[in-house]
């Protein structure tokens, strides 16, 4: 079966809010012919995009390719939180990596939420910023652990946009007895993602990136230069920036022997009036619970209540959407019973073993940033800049998050799903214990 076409039409974005509350690109012209390039970026989502842009504004001629539309995969998708963490707590990367790369990794998170906001401003996006993320603690045993870990990033990271909140004051926050505890991070915030990648898309243009869609590339043949083919073109580039996360397909072996593809969905419920949306969540904040197979939610500008929770591993998305994220969402907010659903939609992200992204550089000239296992807006737009600046000649950054090990699945692309599979079904086990 075909991801890229698993659950979707060709060149159509998904019957999302997300899609009915932007405003799309003019359908962009298919690849056709024998084209040059000095880099070709393969996929147009954050990563594409920030890359693309990155380039084209140190001076290189920029070719974007999509197999669908700009934003189309899970840029335009997702639940719109942007963490200013890896996905990795630092504890555990620092016992990784050392200390010193620990922090040099806290330090492109960080950045990762600045290059965010900056380019929503600078771009004009109207991503809609709202700040702050709340991390909530489904079991009480949890909450230690993230308290603890508020004060380790207040005492060694001078972070001071974090604090630690009771069972009483997360319920202040959000109207929900399902919750013990958990911390309040007014660093991170939420956006509406797929109006930041339309933006992004349209810098790109102004800055003269030739940017085609529904131009599904089929090979890639490395060399110097490499040549990427579509069914209609082909493209010879000195350089390959890969940005296909979880629409990778069998694209290239190596990257998909290490990120897997995984489905999430997402409701978007009718509009609430505003006293019911703030009893909900008084302040606004996106919320994220501590589950495996996590919830996480937030409210729209007018006032719907976006749900995202569960999870699926083969590419066909479930037959009802909305009756599978309203079990989570009422077990969360029973108050929500009853309410209409007005969108319900799906979409594939990637994941690694170990859930920190997969940057390498799969020759000298081809590099591939994927893998954000659900922290992508942040780290899948710093992951486009930081393949900018590696292939300009500053490669530091980015040489960082190709040094962090990620593992191989069992068995390679093969037999990743099965084996993952057995051990969600663990996973989904223990969030019930």
Same mark, same amino acid.
């Given at each position: 079966m075909d991801i890229l076409t698993a659950n979707d039409r060709v060149g159509h974005y998904p019957e999302s809010w997300y899609a009915a509350s932007a405003d799309a690109l003019p359908q962009q012209p298919s690849a056709s012919g024998d084209l040059r390039a000095d880099v070709c970026v393969i996929g147009a989502g954050f990563t594409g995009l920030s890359a693309a842009l990155h380039l084209a504004e140190k001076g290189y001629d920029v070719i974007l390719l999509d197999a669908h539309r700009v934003g189309w995969g899970a840029s335009g998708r997702n639940g719109g939180q942007v963490s200013g963490t890896q996905r990795l707590d630092q504890d555990e990367l620092e016992q990784m990596v050392g200390p010193e790369t620990a922090r040099d990794l806290w330090s492109i998170s960080q950045d990762a939420v600045t290059l965010v906001r900056d380019l929503d401003k600078t771009h004009k996006t109207n991503a809609k910023w709202v700040s702050g993320v709340i991390h909530a603690d489904h079991r009480e045993r949890f909450v230690k652990h993230s308290h603890d870990y508020a004060k380790k990033l207040q005492d060694d990271y001078g972070y001071d946009l974090i604090k630690s909140l009771s069972k009483s004051e997360i319920h202040d926050l959000v109207a929900s007895k399902a919750y013990y505890g958990g911390t309040l991070d007014m660093g991170?915030?939420?956006?509406?993602?797929?109006?930041?990648?339309?933006?992004?898309?349209?810098?790109?243009?102004?800055?003269?990136?030739?940017?085609?869609?529904?131009?599904?590339?089929?090979?890639?043949?490395?060399?110097?230069?490499?040549?990427?083919?579509?069914?209609? +073109?082909?493209?010879?580039?000195?350089?390959?920036?890969?940005?296909?996360?979880?629409?990778?397909?069998?694209?290239?072996?190596?990257?998909?022997?290490?990120?897997?593809?995984?489905?999430?969905?997402?409701? +978007?419920?009718?509009?609430?009036?505003?006293?019911?949306?703030?009893?909900?969540?008084?302040?606004?904040?996106?919320?994220?619970?501590?589950?495996?197979?996590?919830?996480?939610?937030?409210?729209?500008?007018?006032?719907?209540?976006?749900?995202?929770?569960?999870?699926?591993?083969?590419?066909?998305?479930?037959?009802?959407?909305?009756?599978?994220?309203?079990?989570?969402?009422?077990?969360?907010?029973?108050?929500?019973?009853?309410?209409?659903?007005?969108?319900?939609?799906?979409?594939?992200?990637?994941?690694?073993?170990?859930?920190?992204?997969?940057?390498?550089?799969?020759?000298?000239?081809?590099?591939? +940033?994927?893998?954000?296992?659900?922290?992508?807006?942040?780290?899948?737009?710093?992951?486009?800049?930081? +393949?900018?600046?590696?292939?300009?000649?500053?490669?530091?950054?980015?040489?960082?998050?190709?040094?962090?090990?990620?593992?191989?699945?069992?068995?390679?692309?093969?037999?990743?799903?099965?084996?993952?599979?057995?051990?969600?079904?663990?996973?989904?086990?223990?969030?019930?214990?």
């Open positions: 991170s915030g939420h956006i509406h993602p797929l109006r930041f990648a339309l933006g992004l898309a349209r810098a790109c243009l102004a800055k003269g990136v030739r940017i085609f869609e529904t131009s599904r590339v089929t090979g890639l043949t490395e060399g110097a230069p490499a040549v990427v083919t579509t069914a209609n +073109a082909k493209i010879t580039a000195d350089f390959v920036v890969m940005g296909c996360n979880g629409y990778l397909g069998h694209l290239e072996g190596k990257v998909a022997a290490r990120v897997m593809p995984i489905n999430n969905f997402i409701v +978007a419920t009718e509009p609430l009036s505003d006293e019911r949306a703030r009893d909900l969540i008084r302040d606004n904040h996106a919320v994220a619970d501590s589950k495996f197979v996590i919830n996480y939610f937030r409210l729209s500008e007018d006032n719907r209540m976006l749900f995202g929770g569960t999870e699926s591993y083969g590419y066909k998305f479930p037959r009802s959407i909305a009756e599978s994220v309203r079990k989570p969402m009422q077990e969360i907010y029973p108050q929500l019973a009853g309410v209409k659903i007005d969108y319900a939609w799906g979409g594939t992200l990637g994941i690694t073993m170990n859930r920190m992204p997969h940057f390498a550089r799969l020759s000298g000239n081809i590099l591939s +940033a994927s893998g954000y296992s659900g922290h992508g807006v942040a780290m899948a737009t710093m992951g486009g800049k930081l +393949a900018a600046e590696a292939i300009s000649g500053q490669a530091e950054r980015f040489d960082v998050m190709a040094n962090v090990p990620t593992m191989r699945f069992p068995g390679g692309a093969m037999f990743r799903s099965p084996l993952l599979v057995l051990a969600m079904l663990w996973y989904s086990l223990r969030d019930k214990m």
